[in-house]
């Protein structure tokens, strides 16, 4: 992904927040995907049953809109109509009801703040909440218009039509536009933090105040960004994960095909829906928890209680799934496509599906029980002869409701009754225990003129609520689940797998007593699959409960995530990626690779020389004459500081290097001092006074060479006499006296 940033401004913005009678409700749903940041989350908690509290048809029009409730009313545009409608949340009482002039295929969900309410129609509308009065209206430019919602924030209403508008929310006077791009369905902004991110041609994030882009990066047209802890969350083709600041790419993983589902995000995790196969993430790196699937494509974006219930539309039912497993709670046939989103407000759940429903209340009552075979037709009567059977289901009915999906349909008759009553047949699969409150119900074999009752035992209900969860050891994970509510239950098996559609084998020798099993001598980091099967006192087991998935690891920080899904294992703030002791919380740096870590470790770079040679003072910085403690090398000369004489200076490192010169003088005056030294004494040699015998030598040589030179001998006479000390005298002769 290119990363483009662009100019930063910064303003230092005062808010101040002022309360008003019409302040949107903490329990509300006041716009598209629940707030500016696209949460698509709540704070109540939503029914544990589909039971309608009212419902009203046709406004919704093509159900491509999704609700809004806020301030006691519910808002929702009739898509196609050119409607928006204000019913009463408690009882779907049409307040009011104003044309916004669009009578194209809109999906535009309306958005509400401070006793307003905004939609985008063919322009974008502002209505007073108690009346439908138009306030202000401004005509847009661009393409799709009417396919996009508004998102209220800070006093500003944000709406893109490949044009990013930013309006006052009180009187719609424009403050800044951008173009954006894109195709004819156009994202919904999101906003966090002063700054809004929207799809176009690319995904792009502007200052909130005056537009300024802040970056940019490859994005999908359609698929509204999603704000939390942060990151960009965003679903194409595949879901990305983005810093919130500048659009780096921290993960991305492939989810099948394109959808225009947006991602909710609560507590840690993700769930999307991609044409309905419901996954759920972790956020910080995108591994997956699980996968379920719905049926009918779409692309209902979830909507989160404050329980992790995931709500959902998909083809003509609504759907209730349990965010820790993704196991269905409950279905409903509301008819529809599965396009729009429900809202969630004081524990109820509101849907368009052409018809708006608000879903909560109590169970229904079952009105009457009847069976179901395997093509889902209602068998009115079974006419079997001996020996014959037929497979079927027994389904509950409300008068009102209907079909009660969410009644478990996978029960047996018991094999003692067929055998005492062999003229009743064989029958199977039949169910009538309702929530488990009842074990008993009578069904009668027509077959048999006086139509003799036979009573059903069934068998044990399907073992719902899986949770796998790994243990401190690492090496075992302990599997929980709900426990069956038949008085006659013997116990369960577990079975486990390394594959999803693999073998399951059963891993206990023994029935399990408890609803708990710690699975123990596991390898650490391979994921296992289990199912478990409840089993009734006559050996009848029940139908496989659904398979969930488990790794066992350590959590070594403590921090509620394994080492496998934790990008920081030690809780030391640094990523594992760069911490060199990942499971260390006091070290994450070894400059030297010496396996010791930089906090313990007293020569850092293993240059040998002590950190506190280097760093002389201890301020942790490198000081003017000081040499790095953390680089082998201060110099780069390609010589570590302990052997280099200069470890500041790159252009030597030896000191002969700089005494090679001299030296060599030294040696040359060396040298010639030797000589001189020889010369003074051969020649002090020659001047000291010589034995007799070595002055006898010493003439007959020197006269040897006058001889050579002056070869007559009576030159030898006119030589002058020598002194007394070569002539010596005999006793009683006269020494010459010396001419002067």
């Known amino acids: 992904m290119k990363i483009h940033i662009g100019k930063y401004t910064i303003f230092i913005v005062f808010l101040i927040i002022l309360s008003t009678s019409s302040q949107v409700s903490s329990e509300s749903w006041p716009m598209f995907f629940s707030d500016p940041q696209h949460s698509g989350n709540s704070i109540t908690i939503a029914p544990n049953t589909s039971a309608t509290l009212w419902s009203v048809p046709s406004i919704g029009g093509n159900g491509y809109s999704s609700p809004v409730v806020a301030n006691g009313k519910m808002f929702v545009n009739k898509g196609g109509g050119g409607i928006l409608y204000c019913l009463y949340e408690l009882n779907g009482t049409e307040i009011w009801n104003v044309s916004i002039g669009f009578a194209g295929e809109s999906c535009s969900t309306p958005a509400y703040a401070d006793g307003l309410v905004y939609i985008i129609g063919d322009k974008l509308y502002c209505f007073y909440e108690n009346n439908g009065t138009e306030l202000w209206s401004n005509s847009l430019s661009g393409g799709g218009i009417g396919t996009s919602s508004p998102t209220v924030s800070d006093g500003r209403v944000l709406v893109n039509t490949q044009i990013l508008y930013c309006f006052y929310a009180s009187n719609g006077t424009e403050i800044w536009n951008n173009f954006v791009g894109g195709d004819w369905e156009p994202s919904t902004p999101a906003v966090a933090n002063d700054k809004v991110f929207v799809n176009g041609d690319q995904l792009y994030c502007f200052y909130a105040e005056n537009g300024t882009e802040i970056w940019n990066t490859t994005g999908d047209e359609s698929t509204s960004p999603v704000i939390a802890n942060g990151r960009v969350f965003l679903h194409p083709y595949q879901i990305y994960c983005l810093y919130e600041n500048n659009g780096t790419e921290i993960w991305s993983k492939p989810i099948g095909s394109d959808s225009y589902s947006t991602p909710a995000v609560f507590q840690g995790n993700i769930f999307l829906n991609n044409n309905g196969d419901i996954y759920c993430l972790y956020q910080n790196n995108g591994t997956q928890i699980w996968q379920a699937t ?8 979830p909507a989160v209680d404050a329980q992790g219930k995931i709500y959902l539309t998909g083809g003509s039912y609504t759907y209730c799934l349990n965010g820790t497993n993704g196991e269905e709670i409950w279905k409903k046939s509301t008819g529809g496509e599965g396009y729009s989103s429900p809202a969630i407000s004081n524990e109820r759940v509101f849907v368009n599906q052409g018809t708006v429903y608000c879903l909560g209340g109590p169970p229904p009552t079952i009105d009457y ?18 020996g014959e059977w037929i497979l079927c289901y027994a389904v509950a009915y409300n008068k009102t409701e209907g079909l009660l999906y969410d009644v478990d349909v996978s029960w047996s008759l018991d094999d003692d009754i ?17 929530n488990g409150t009842c074990n008993l119900f009578m069904i009668y074999n027509i077959s048999i003129s006086n ?64 609803e708990y099993y710690v699975d123990d001598s596991l390898t650490t980091g391979v994921r296992y699959y289990y199912c478990v099967i409840a089993v009734n006192d006559h050996q009848k087991e029940s139908r496989s409960s659904d398979k969930v998935s488990g790794i066992p690891d350590f959590d070594s920080d403590s921090d509620g995530l394994l080492n496998y899904e934790d990008d920081d294992d030690d809780n030391d703030n640094y990523p594992d990626t760069e911490d060199a002791f990942p499971l260390n919380p006091l070290e994450w740096l070894d400059t030297d690779s010496d396996t010791i870590g930089n906090n313990a470790d007293d020569d850092d770079d293993g240059d040998g020389l002590l950190d506190t040679e280097e760093d002389k003072n201890g301020n942790g910085v490198v000081d003017p004459g000081e040499t790095d403690p953390l680089d082998a090398d201060s110099d780069d000369d390609g010589h570590d500081d302990s052997e280099d004489y200069y470890p500041l200076d790159k252009s030597k490192w030896k000191k002969q290097e700089e005494e090679e010169f001299p030296m060599f003088l030294l040696l040359i005056v060396i040298v010639i001092i030797i000589l001189l030294v020889i010369l003074m004494a051969f020649l002090k040699k020659r001047k000291s006074p010589k034995a007799p015998f070595e002055q006898k030598g010493e003439e007959d040589l020197i006269q040897s060479d006058l001889d050579k030179e002056q070869p007559s001998s009576h030159e ?18 006269e020494k010459p006296e010396s001419s002067k």
């Not at 030898?716 to 002769?733: A, C, I, N, S, V």
């Open 369 to 386: 029980i009847g069976l179901l075979d395997d093509n889902d037709n209602i068998l009115t009567s079974i006419t079997l002869d001996i």
């Open 294 to 301: 719905i049926e009918g494509a779409g692309c209902s974006t």
């Open 418 to 434: 067929a055998t005492a009553n062999p003229a009743q047949g064989n029958f199977t699969n039949i169910t009538a225990v309702i």
């Open 716 to 733: 030898e006479d006119l030589q002058p006499p020598k002194d007394e000390e070569d002539h010596p005298h005999f006793e009683g002769e």
């Open 451 to 514: 139509s003799t009752p036979v009573t059903v035992r069934p068998p044990m209900s399907t073992p719902k609520g899986l949770v796998v969860t790994a243990l401190p050891s690492g090496n075992a994970l302990n599997i929980t689940w709900s426990a069956n509510p038949e008085e006659y239950l013997a116990g369960y098996d577990i079975y486990r797998s390394q594959t999803l559609d693999g073998v399951y084998s059963k891993i206990n020798t023994e029935l399990i007593l408890t």
